[in-house]
């Protein structure tokens, strides 16, 4: 990392440590309206116009291992596949038939010899084009080559594998914007794939995802694991473009290491900013990683339906070689799912509240910015205009949203 970045990000926690209020110049955030969460002509416009819109995290490297190794990704309501074709490039196709739109890929993950319809027998390559089908004698004139399947675009950042429905999107790179080259330290295009993992939770998607964006509710939900290390009052909070943010927090103790990450690889090229302290991004608009030189968890907030969603969680770590993942890593994840379960406690209780005439919206404080940043993006990706007017956030934090 420059030392003009990580200064910049020292000096923003000193001075969230010892500041007296929020910054003179910060603006009074406006209420976010509470049927945000249960309106469902605004959770309409939020399914239309963010999901299939939005550079989506889908899958590692490591899960596509060959040619011909696939993995399904569904989350969108789109049923689409990932692929490692035989120039070993990974690409994503609508898992649609051309013919009559049956299925290619009928499993979860796994390789394949070829793509086949098992409706009626088309036969596709790994790149998508049509190379053969039954009885062609009855289909007079059917140009194959205009018959391929339809491509979904798929980037990398990395050894991570994202996609995007929007065929007009910005390239992944550019739309993240600085994330790649805070990212570079980790040594991403050697970062190993380990296990993942998911958990369902009653609640809107977006119940979940504010918790995440700040670190506000440690001392009530996290007393005996978490708060006992982090400092939340020193919380740096870089706000980017696109709706992506950064939440730096500081240890209580220069000193202090992660007991559960004692005896595990290191990356060496971490700054030691972020080594010893704890990093996490949001990559817009439901990716959450909480980064360390010793490996990484990618949490994803998916909606299954308007008052419920699943929560996965994919771990990563620095190459260990051959074989299975380090023994070590059971034990980290077992000590993560427990800070887990402290987060979505509550989560089903606000639902509940969300939908009663008790929550009217949402008083943020300036900890909490980054959830008020999150929505701002959100009203811009449907078009602020479409948003109903009660339900609009006011955009206020342009002068502290930075490149």
Sequence with gaps: ??????????????????????????????????????????????????WKRSWLYAGHADELPE?????????????????????????????????????????ACGHTRGLVCGYHGWTYDFEG??????????????????????????????????????????????????????????????????????????????VLMDAFLEVY??????????DRFLDHRGSKIVLWKNGHSLMLTPNRRPDWVDPGTVGMKQIPSVDELF????????LYPNLVTPMADS??????????GPRSMRIECHWFAPDWGDGEPPALWETRIANFERILEEDTQFA???????????????PLNYQERRIYHWHEE???????????????????LHDFVEG
């Excluded at 509710?217 to 978490?226: A, D, F, N, P, Y």
């Excluded at 080594?275 to 991004?281: G, V």
């Excluded at 959100?378 to 206020?396: F, N, Q, S, Y």
Aim: aromatic letters at 10%.
């Design 129 to 206: 084009k049509l190379i053969n089908l039954r009885d062609k004698r009855d289909f007079v004139g059917l140009d194959m080559h205009r018959r391929g399947l339809i491509e979904v675009r798929c980037e990398q950042l990395g050894n991570w594998i994202f996609i995007n429905e929007d065929p007009d999107a910005e390239p992944l790179l550019e739309h993240l914007g600085p994330i790649p080259e805070y990212f570079a330290q980790y040594d991403i295009d050697n970062i190993r794939f380990v296990k993942k993992d998911g958990v369902d939770v009653e609640c809107n998607v977006k």
């Design 275 to 282: 080594a010893k302290n704890n990093p996490s991004f949001n």
């Design 378 to 396: 959100l009203d811009r990706r449907i078009g602020r205009e479409r948003v109903p007017e009660p339900l609009r956030v006011t955009p206020v």
């Design 1 to 50: 990392m420059e030392a003009a970045i990580t200064d910049h990000l020292r000096e923003g926690m000193e001075y969230e440590r010892n500041r007296s209020g929020p910054p003179e110049h910060f603006p009074q955030l406006p209420d976010i309206p509470g049927g945000r969460y249960v309106d469902p002509q605004f959770l309409a416009l939020e399914d239309a116009q963010l």
């Design 217 to 226: 509710h440690l001392k009530s939900i996290h007393q005996h694991t978490v």
């Design 295 to 304: 490996g990484m968890p990618f949490l994803l907030f998916w909606p299954t």
């Design 67 to 107: 040619p011909g190794s696939f993995l399904m990704f569904t989350r969108t309501g789109s049923p689409i596949f990932l692929i490692r074709g035989k120039d070993l490039k990974v690409r994503a196709f609508y898992n649609t038939c051309r013919h009559r739109g049956g299925p290619l890929v009928k499993e």
């Design 348 to 362: 089903p209780q606000i639902q509940k509240s969300v939908e009663s005439p008790g929550f009217k919206g949402m």
